[in-house]
């Protein structure tokens, strides 16, 4: 069975860091297309970046920078590290996994994987 369990959200002040962890189970994430996105209350879904099967990363404008997209294959697990935080990072974080084929999308804000976790929320105060 296929699991995505998002963990390491929190509340911490502005300029503070956090950083999330998304373990896979029933698949292993190496070379596979994976991202993060948010949901902030009565806004949509936001995509944050990619990492694809050759690790590399793209990110959205508004988190350049200041996260970083990582996976641990031996953890079977990936990583999001959010220093500077602002209070309009405010959200749920939610990551994703995309097995069915090879590629990635070519825009962080395509939603198309087939795995999701179910979030964490992350909370930062002025």
């Known amino acids: 069975q296929v699991q995505l369990v998002e963990s390491g959200g929190g509340s911490v002040q502005a300029g503070g860091s956090l950083r999330l962890s998304c373990a896979a189970s029933?698949?292993?994430?190496?070379?596979?297309?994976m991202g993060w996105f948010r949901q902030a209350p009565g806004k949509e879904r936001e995509g944050i970046g990619i990492?694809?099967?050759?690790?590399?990363?793209i990110y959205t404008d508004s988190v350049k920078g200041r996260f970083t997209i990582s996976r641990d294959n031996a953890k079977n697990t990936l990583y999001l590290e959010m220093d500077s935080l602002k209070p309009e990072d405010t959200a749920m974080y939610y990551c994703?996994?995309?097995?069915?084929?090879?590629?990635?999308?070519?825009?962080?804000?395509?939603?198309?994987?087939?795995?999701w976790g179910q979030g964490t929320q992350v909370t930062v105060s002025s």
């Open positions: 029933g698949f292993s994430i190496r070379g596979v297309c």
């Open positions: 994703a996994a995309q097995t069915f084929r090879t590629y990635c999308p070519t825009s962080v804000q395509s939603t198309t994987y087939n795995y």
């Open positions: 990492i694809d099967s050759s690790d590399r990363t």
